[in-house]
């Protein structure tokens, strides 16, 4: 039996309550509940004590012992797209459900696209509840490619969409979007947290049964959260979240959860003219060529999922005409950045707290690698002295309260690649040199403790 009731869900995280809340308590975040109709099935009670003391053999019994599940190697569908591979794990897996967030404009659907119409040899179904397919086929017209096994289809509504699925039987799905789906198994209209959950549900099933694998596209607001689609991550198999700042060409692929593979995974690209085109090589493109030096300059070895990669970080530190301060930062943690600052003013005497401090990463990406920490030390104080860092020295480290240098992971991928890329010195933590088979780099290692004694002997 079932019966037509409502409930309320947090717009900015999902959290469901049975009565309206002023504050969520989930997410903290004030008057975002609304009010949805969900249908629900009032379960029938068991009776416990009857159904245990019979001995009589479980109808239709679908619990199973491990041993019994089949044996299988999880299979991959292997895209042409190095980069999408990768932030998949190594392709596609069967039956798997992704995730893709971005912010509207971003690219998610030119990704898509391209990739589907480059995979020729498998049926794919590209699902549109947002543009019209002659807006998808003048992007394809621009991306200029075309795939007699692709396949479209403009709709919203999940039953249409499973009764055209039933006759071309496609080997990938592709829903753009997740946010204009529509059920009409529940009440509310698309975009609503029930219909995101309900049309995700649905696609999942699918997944699940017929072994196809499934991506569902999302959007994110501005506050970077997936908004709507945050309640799906767990239901689906993988997030990836697609980044970059749209006055820049760069866009980068985030694994933020993968069933089948690594979840520190990314994926660059540079959206062109005619679509999006992988980044083999990401240090060419993120240190900028210039022939001058400037102060306030240094380039960090980072590491992004298994890649590592030389970036260049900017800082500028100037007299502040205001009461307070600012800070300002461009793909660098904002606490991270002041967690340094004091550390500077504590450990190393310097008087920054009157000081405007701006720091940016170059290329408009956001890196998560704590061990870019010694570089913006390092462009702050060179901003701060007015001194040039030499172009050919780069800077790897996390720096601690104490203003310690921390060891860093993978530091011999690192120094590989600085060298590869013509450094001539590499700065990192004393505590990376135990183990490091230094004779076997060309690149001169300078090792610190402190932030002190990187700085005495720089500046
Ligand atoms: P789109 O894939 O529509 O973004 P999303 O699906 O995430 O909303 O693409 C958005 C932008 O990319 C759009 O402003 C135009 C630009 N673009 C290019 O620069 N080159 C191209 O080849 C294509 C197809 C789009
Ligand atoms: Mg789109």
Redesign the pocket.
Known sequence: MSKIKTTFFCKQCGNESPKWLGKCPSCNAWNTFVEEIVEKNIAQKTNWKEEYDSDAPRKNQRTIQLHEVENIAEERIVTQDEEFNRVLGGGIVLGSVVLIAGE?GIG???LFLQTALLLKTKKTLYISG??SSKQIKIRAERISLSNDNFYLLTEISTQIIFQEIKKIKPDIIIV??IQTMFSPFVESSPGSITQIKETAAEFQRFAKETDTPVFL?GHINKDGNIAGPKILEHIVDTVLQFEGDRHYTFRIIRTLKNRFGSNAEIGIYEMKDNGLSPVANPSDIFLSSKEESYSGTAIAATIEGIRPMLVEIQALVTGSVYASPQRTVNGFDLRKLQLLLAVLEKRGGFAISNKDVFVNIVGGIRIEDPSVDLAVVVALLSSLEDKIINTKTCFVGEVGLSGEIRAVGRIEQRIAEAQKLGFEKIVISKYNLKGLQQTTFKIKIIAFAKVEELYKAMF
Do not use: A, L, Q
Request: hydrophobic residues 10%; without cysteine; charged residues 45%.
């Open positions: 509207p998610k659907s030119t947002e543009e753009d979007s596209i």
